[in-house]
């Protein structure tokens, strides 16, 4: 049975701060929708109604293009370990760049990790649990060492300039807003 909050009580609290992975969905009014696994250590929660989200240089960037046109986002985690649980957290999103504020006043909270491209803040409007009883049991191994291993060898010279030729645009040819 679904349940609903306004904001995040502190036993979804600690729930997230447990997981190791969770999924962006995003969607523009045309176009393909979104949906991105995360991992590393790149969630934080700011407060009950706020959430941040470091996002790493990848294939794509889908979601900076789908928030630039519309803001809404739907963060959703699984418990793929201990009692069946998912929870969505729904909201609206602003993305920073490392030459704005936000990005200095947030980037402390996270590790220094190579490739870091935008910082995501999300207002959660609503959180939604449900039953989870069809998510399979997966057990943790650890953090895949790829994407840091190649963000270390390319330097930030090299990062940019593959940012700029393969995360500029999405699939779709919208404007990611990434600086140049």
Known sequence: MAKFYTEIPEALKDFIQ???????????????????????????????????????TG???????HLLQNNRITIMFCAFEGKPLILRLYGNANVYHQQDSE??????????????????EINIDKIQTSC?????????????????????????????????????LSI???DTGLPS
Do not use: C
Request: charged share 25%; net charge positive; proline share 3%.
């Open 18 to 56: 447990k997981q190791h992975i969770f999924f962006v969905g995003t969607a523009a009014a045309s176009g393909t929708v979104n949906v991105s696994p995360k991992g590393m250590d790149t969630f934080r929660i700011l407060d009950k109604n706020r959430v941040l989200w470091l996002n790493l």
């Open 59 to 65: 294939s794509g960037n889908e979601t900076a293009a």
């Open 103 to 120: 990005w200095q006043n947030y980037i402390n909270l996270f590790p220094k990790i190579a490739g870091s491209r935008q910082l995501i």
């Open 132 to 168: 989870g009883y069809a998510v399979p049991f997966l057990g943790y191994v650890g953090e895949r060492e790829q994407l840091q291993n190649w963000a270390n060898k390319q330097g930030e010279d090299r990062l940019k300039k593959y940012r700029e030729e393969k995360n500029s």
């Open 172 to 174: 779709d040819g919208f």
